[in-house]
Structures are given as C-alpha cells and as structure tokens.
C-alpha cells in the first residue's frame, strides 16, 4: 500500500474533483503546524506548474517563516496543524468541525507522535485514524486520502515502527474505490534528519515534502483528467 504501489494503480476520482480547484487538507501536529515541509511541498507543485489548479484549506494560518519561503505560499498556506495535538483527541473533539468548515477533497496526515509521546495505545491511534476517516467521508464520500508514515522518535522508538508498520494494512482495510486512501512512506528517514529529536530538519523537511510531491502531481494530473472525461 505505499505509493509507489498506488503511483502503478488506476484509479477513478468523481465529479467531486471537477470543481476549479482542488481542496487540500494538510493535517497534523507541530510536524504540520511549525516545520517548513509545507512550503518546500508548494514549491515542488509549483515548479510543475500544478499551484493554480489547487488551495491548501484550513482553519490555521501561521506562517513558518521559512528560508527561501515563496511570497505566493504565504497566501495559500491554510491547514489543520495544531501543535500538542494528540490523533485520539483530533478524532473525538476536532475533525468533524475541521472537515465540515473546509470542505477538503484531498486530506493529507501525520499524526501519532504525540499520542505516542504520553503512552497511548498504538491501536489507539489506529482507531482514531479509521473514525477520522469516517468523518472525513461522511462529509464528501470521495474523499481523498493520504496518510503519511511517523518520523521517529529517538527516545522511544518501539511504537512509531510499530504503529508505521500497521499503517500498511490499516490503509488497505480501510481503502475504497471512490475514496481512495495512499500511504506515503517517508523513510529511509533517520534520526538525523531531526534537529531536536522530534521535528524534521531541512532535510527532513525535504523528505516529506518529495514523497509527498510525487503522490500529489500523480493524484491532481488524475483528478485533471478524470473531469476532463466527465
């Protein structure tokens, strides 16, 4: 269920993507909120000549004030990131506003680090993910989605490879037609891309962002030409 797997899949996306721009959702914790993947990420689509067919949604608008940061990201940098932000606390209290307020077609997460970082349950987290997809369907039933695997944790690393090992498999339960749900597996990712033993680097930063770009191009030329078919 990694990307490179989906990359070689047809796949059919609904009159919900033949709107003018497609809805992206980036969803987190501070890895969303206050690190420069984001940015690197509008970059990338930029470059491929993709940002005008699409908007970042959200709730926030912090700025990550990042080096080289492009002036017309500043103007599309909406997302759900909230620093602290545990996943079983999202799924329970927050998602269903979010997604209701936004309106995404696209929502694209990483969350666990938190939770893992006070002792929750890794099937905890795996069942906070299926309720977010729920919601997330409940409110547009061709809702794309993609999850993104948890960097590490240095001091505590059992749980992040086991709950990345779930992802896989939680993905494929979970995956449907209509609404497709993509794994973007950032590793090889080392403890050297942190600069604080929780949050990406620049380099880090440039992993999640190239995994996530490949996923993304494949995904808005689709959804392009799914519309162009309807």
Known sequence: MKANGFLASACLFSMAFAQ???RIMPLGDSVTEITCWRSKLWELLKANDLTDRIEFVGSERSSQQC???DKDFRRHQRHEGHAGYLAVDIANDHIDRWISAASPDVVMFMLGTNDIAQDKRVDAIVE?????VETMRYYNENTTIIVDTVVPLPTNPDPVNELNGLIPGWAAEQNKTESRIYVNDIYPFSTAYLKDGIHPNDEGDERIANTLATLLTWIINSSTNSSALN
């Open 20 to 22: 003018s721009k497609l």
């Open 128 to 132: 906070a993910y299926t309720s977010m």
């Open 67 to 69: 080096d080289g940061e």
